[in-house]
C-alpha cells in the first residue's frame, strides 16, 4: 500500500524544523570548545573578568536557505496591456484573476559576512550590524484559468454576451543576493551572548512574467416581439505578452535570533536563524528562511 503523501504546510514545517536543529546541533558543537578550555581562557563568570562584547566586528558566514514565492498576480501587468483598452477588461478585470499558485524554491546554500558595532552596559549589549550573503534562491509558477461570465454592459437593451475567457501565465524570479542592516540586542552570558536582531533587508532579483489572452462571445437576446437580432459573436487571441527584469531590488524587513560563542579574548563563533518578508516586487510576494554558522574577529 502506497503512504499518502504529507500536506504540503506539513513537509515545510519539517524541513524548517531541520534547519533548526542544524543551526543548533552546530551550536552546540562550537560550544563544546570554549567549555572544554575555559579556564585556559579565563573568561567563565565567578572566576576571570567576563568576554568584552563592545567595540567593532567582522566575520565570514555560510549556511541555507529557502524562499516561498506567492505568484498570484504576478502576470496582471502582461494582462492588463493585452486587454487594454476592453470592455472586458473594465467590467470583468481579467488581470486581477490569481492564475498563477504560489510555490517553493529549491534549497540554495549561501556564503557572505559581516560587521558591526556592540556597545555594552553591564550584561547588555546593543550594537548594529550589515550582514551579506550570496544566495541562489529559484522558483516559478505556471497556471492557467477559464471562465464563463455574461457581461450585458455598454450593450443595446435585451443584449446580453456570453463570454468564454482563458488566461494562461507563466512567472520566474532568481535571488542572487541578500543584504540586511540590523539592529542587534543581546544578553552576555559568560562566553554566550544570545541575540535577537530585526532590521531592513535588500534583495537583489531577476524575474520574467508572461501572459496568454484568448476569449469568444456570443450575444443572448432576450425573448420580445418582434425578435431581435444578436450582435455579431466574438472572438480573441490568443495573444501573448511578456517582461522581464534583471537586477531588480526587492525590500522588506528581516528578524532572527542566534548566539554568538567567545573563544578567545578577540575570536568567536555564532549560529543563527534569519526570517525576511520582502515587499511584492512587480506582483510576486517572497520570504526567505535562512540558518547560518559563521565565525568572527573582535577588534
Aim: glycine share 10%; proline share 5%.
Amino acid at each position: 500500500m502506497i503512504a499518502p503523501k504529507r500536506p504540503l504546510y506539513a513537509r515545510r514545517r519539517m524541513e524548517r524544523a531541520r534547519l533548526m536543529r542544524w543551526v543548533l546541533s552546530a551550536v552546540v558543537v562550537l560550544a563544546l570548545a570554549p567549555r572544554a578550555y575555559a579556564q585556559d581562557f579565563g573568561i567563565l563568570r565567578g572566576s576571570q573578568p567576563t568576554y568584552h562584547w563592545g567595540g567593532f566586528y567582522g566575520g565570514a558566514q555560510l549556511g541555507y536557505s529557502t524562499s516561498d514565492a506567492n505568484f498570484g498576480t504576478a502576470a496582471a501587468s502582461n494582462i492588463a496591456f493585452i486587454l487594454r483598452n476592453t470592455t472586458i477588461e473594465a467590467d470583468e478585470g481579467l488581470s486581477q484573476w490569481a492564475v498563477l499558485p504560489p510555490t517553493r524554491s529549491t534549497g540554495s546554500f549561501d556564503v557572505g559576512g559581516f560587521v558591526g558595532y556592540n556597545t555594552e552596559w553591564e550584561e547588555i549589549v546593543l550594537g548594529m550590524e550589515l550582514n551579506y550573503n550570496r544566495v541562489s534562491l529559484k522558483a516559478s509558477s505556471a497556471g492557467s484559468e477559464e471562465r464563463g461570465f455574461v457581461d450585458s454592459n455598454n450593450l443595446p437593451t435585451g443584449h446580453h454576451y456570453f463570454y468564454d475567457a482563458t488566461v494562461s501565465a507563466q512567472s520566474s524570479l532568481q535571488m542572487t543576493d541578500i543584504a540586511t542592516l540590523r539592529a542587534r540586542a543581546g544578553l552576555e552570558y559568560g562566553i554566550f551572548l544570545p541575540y535577537g536582531f530585526a532590521g531592513f533587508a535588500v534583495g537583489r532579483v531577476n524575474y520574467s512574467n508572461s501572459a496568454t489572452v484568448k476569449y469568444t462571445a456570443q450575444d443572448f437576446v432576450d425573448v420580445q416581439v418582434p425578435p431581435l437580432t444578436p450582435l455579431p459573436d466574438l472572438a480573441f487571441g490568443p495573444i501573448s505578452q511578456s517582461s522581464s527584469q534583471d537586477s531588480a531590488y526587492a525590500y522588506g524587513f528581516a528578524t532572527g535570533l542566534g548566539t554568538d560563542i567567545s573563544l578567545t579574548s578577540n575570536i568567536f563563533v555564532r549560529g543563527e536563524l534569519e526570517y525576511i518578508y520582502f515587499f511584492p516586487l512587480n506582483g510576486i510576494h517572497v520570504t526567505v528562511a535562512s540558518a547560518r554558522v559563521g565565525a568572527g574577529l573582535k577588534f
